[in-house]
C-alpha cells in the first residue's frame, strides 16, 4: 500500500481522488458480487429458474454495459466526462437501492440489467484523466485505475460478508446505494473541470481537432486482442469454484483464496508492466504482448495439469501478475491511436468490447465445462491463449513493418 500512496502523490490530488472514487464504488458494487447466487436460490421457484438466473444476475449488468458504453461514450464528448462519472455513479446508487427492495428473481434481473446500462463509471474516469494529462502515461493511469478496481474487489466482498452474517441480504444493497450515492457527490463537489480546449469538456467548440497519432496498429484489431484476452480470463468465472472442490477437494476458504491471488496478482503486476512500458514504441509494447499471451498459456496449462494446490494457487497469482500487462496497456495504445476529442466516445466503445467479451467468455465456460467436464476447463482456456498468441503476433509484425516504413521515409 506504501508504494500506491507514493505514486498517488506523484500524479497530484486529483489522481488520488479520482483513485479513491473508483476504489471506494467499485469495492461498493462487489460487496453483493459473491453472494448472489445465495439471494436468487432463495428466491427461485425452481432449480431451473435458478440455473437460469444464476449465470444472468451476472451477465445481465454486462449486457446494459455493452449496449450503452458507447452511447455515453458520446455524451461524455457532447456534455463532458466529469458529469458522465456523475451520472454513472447516481445511476448506480439509484438502482443498487431499487434491487434491495426487490422480492423476485425477475425484477432482480431487470434491474441489474438497467444498472449496467445506467453505469458506465470506468470509460468517462479514464477519459476525464487522459484529458487533465493531456495524453502523458496512458499506461499508468489506466493501471492504477485497474489497481484500485481490483483491490476495491476484494475489500468489497470481504465487507460484504462481514454485513451478510448479520444482516439481511438488502443491507448489502442499502449500503451499496448509499456509498455510491456519496461518491457521486463527491465526484461533483470535488473533480475539477477539464482545461479549456480539452476534448470532452463541455459541448462541443469550433477548436482545431486533433489528428490521431498513428501506432501501427488500427484501433479494432487492438480491441480485438483485448476482448480475446478478457474472454480467456473470464471463462472460469463461473465453473471456478466447483473446479476447485472437486479436482483439489479444497475447504471454502483456499478456493477464496486461490481465487483472489488472481486479482493480488493483477494488482502487483499491473504498476510494473506500466513502468515498464512509459514512453515505449507500440512495436515494443506489442512484442511483449506476445510473450504475455504466451505467458499465459503456460501458466494455464500447467494449472490445469496440476494436483497440488499450493502449486494452483502460485500459478494462479502468476497468471494475474501477467494479466497486469493486457487490459490497461492495450487500452492505452486505443487512445494514443485515437484523437484527443475523441477519448471518451474511443474508451467507451473498448468498455463495449470488454464487456461483450467477458459475457462471451463467461458463456463459453459454462458451456465448455458442461459439454466437456470440469477437468477440460483450463485446457480450453489454454488453447484460447494460443488464439491470443497467434494475433498477438500478428498485430505485432504488422507494427514492425509500420515502423520500418516510418524509419525509411
Not at 489528428?211 to 487492438?222: E, N, Q, Y
Not at 504488422?398 to 516504413?405: A, L
Amino acid at each position: 500500500m506504501t508504494s500506491i500512496v507514493a505514486a498517488l502523490r506523484g500524479v497530484g490530488p486529483v489522481f488520488a481522488l479520482l483513485f479513491g472514487l473508483q476504489f471506494i464504488s467499485m469495492g461498493a458494487m462487489e460487496m453483493s458480487g459473491p453472494f448472489w447466487p445465495i439471494q436468487i436460490k432463495a428466491l427461485s421457484p425452481s432449480d431451473g429458474v435458478y440455473g437460469l438466473a444464476g449465470i444472468a444476475v451476472y451477465v445481465c449488468p454486462m449486457l446494459g454495459v455493452s449496449l450503452t458504453s458507447a452511447f455515453w461514450g458520446r455524451m461524455g464528448y457532447r456534455y463532458g466526462n466529469r458529469l458522465m462519472m456523475v451520472r454513472a455513479l447516481a445511476g448506480l446508487a439509484i438502482t443498487q437501492l431499487l434491487v434491495a427492495f426487490a422480492e423476485d428473481v425477475w425484477t432482480i434481473l431487470a434491474l441489474r440489467f438497467l444498472q449496467g446500462a445506467c453505469a458506465g463509471y470506468i470509460a468517462p474516469a479514464q477519459a476525464y484523466g487522459v484529458e487533465l494529462t493531456g495524453g502523458r502515461d496512458r499506461a499508468g493511469l489506466f493501471a492504477w485505475l485497474q489497481v484500485a478496481t481490483n483491490v476495491g474487489s476484494l475489500g468489497g466482498a470481504f465487507l460484504g460478508g462481514l454485513i451478510l452474517d448479520a444482516l439481511p441480504f438488502a443491507a448489502v444493497n442499502l449500503t451499496d446505494g448509499v456509498i455510491c450515492a456519496v461518491c457521486a457527490a463527491v465526484a461533483w463537489a470535488s473533480l475539477p473541470l477539464p482545461p479549456e480546449g480539452a476534448g470532452g469538456a463541455g459541448p462541443a467548440k469550433a477548436t482545431t481537432v486533433s489528428r490521431a497519432p498513428s501506432t501501427g496498429v488500427p484501433v479494432p484489431a487492438l480491441l480485438v486482442l483485448m476482448g480475446l484476452l478478457l474472454a480467456s480470463r473470464m471463462m472460469l468465472q463461473v465453473p471456478f469454484s466447483l473446479y476447485v472442490s472437486n479436482v483439489y477437494g479444497a475447504q471454502h476458504w483456499i478456493t477464496g483464496l486461490s481465487y483472489g491471488l488472481l486479482a493480488l496478482g493483477f494488482v502487483v503486476g499491473a504498476p510494473v508492466w506500466a513502468r515498464l512500458f512509459e514512453r515505449r514504441a507500440p512495436s515494443f509494447v506489442l512484442g511483449c504482448s506476445v510473450l504475455i499471451a504466451a505467458g499465459c498459456l503456460v501458466i494455464t496449462g500447467l494449472a490445469g495439469a496440476t494436483r497440488v494446490i499450493s502449486l494452483f494457487a502460485a500459478l494462479y497469482f502468476a497468471w494475474g501478475a501477467l494479466l497486469g500487462g493486457t487490459t490497461p496497456v492495450l487500452l492505452a495504445l486505443v487512445s494514443a491511436g485515437s484523437r484527443s476529442d475523441r477519448q471518451g466516445s474511443v474508451l467507451g466503445l473498448a468498455q463495449t468490447c470488454q464487456q461483450g467479451a467477458s459475457v462471451a467468455g463467461i458463456i463459453a465456460g459454462v458451456v465448455a465445462t458442461q459439454r466437456f467436464g470440469l477437468e477440460l476447463a483450463f485446457p480450453v482456456v489454454a488453447s484460447l491463449y494460443g488464439l491470443s498468441l497467434l494475433v498477438a503476433l500478428g498485430l505485432w509484425l504488422k507494427s514492425r513493418q509500420s515502423f520500418d516504413k516510418g524509419e525509411l521515409s
